[in-house]
């Protein structure tokens, strides 16, 4: 069994950052398919970053060249580095895992889910 335990929501103003951190318990987590979702009130879960157990990373359209998705296998730990935020990026993040390779990163890809941390951006 896996948890994760995400950390480092707020509240922030537009052109602002955030550093989202998920702390994941297991042995093989270097090994782990990671990533962060996002749902807002009213809307489905979405994908946001993907980190695969290689160290390679997808991300979605919506936030590509303001987020970056880390990982440091020593502490266990996902980061989600998300800079000029902007209204529409509030919402309920995710953290995620499985042990498989995820080819396609959707919320039935992923076994292993945190309990969410909030980030509300002001215009």
């Known amino acids: 069994q896996v948890q994760l335990v995400e950390s480092g929501g707020g509240l922030v103003q537009a052109g602002g950052s955030l550093r989202l951190s998920c702390a994941a318990s297991?042995?093989?987590?270097?090994?782990?398919?990671m990533a962060w979702f996002r749902q807002a009130p009213g809307k489905e879960r979405e994908f946001v970053a993907q980190i695969r157990g290689s160290g390679g990373s997808t991300y979605a359209d919506s936030v590509k060249g303001r987020f970056t998705i880390s990982r440091d296998n020593a502490k266990n730990t996902v980061y989600l580095q998300m800079n000029s935020l902007k209204p529409e990026d509030t919402a309920v993040y995710y953290c995620?895992?499985?042990?498989?390779?995820?080819?396609?990163?959707?919320?039935?890809?992923?076994?292993?889910w945190g309990q969410g941390t909030q980030v509300t951006v002001s215009s």
């Open positions: 995620a895992a499985d042990r498989a390779i995820v080819v396609f990163p959707t919320p039935k890809s992923y076994s292993y």
């Open positions: 297991g042995r093989t987590f270097s090994s782990y398919d």
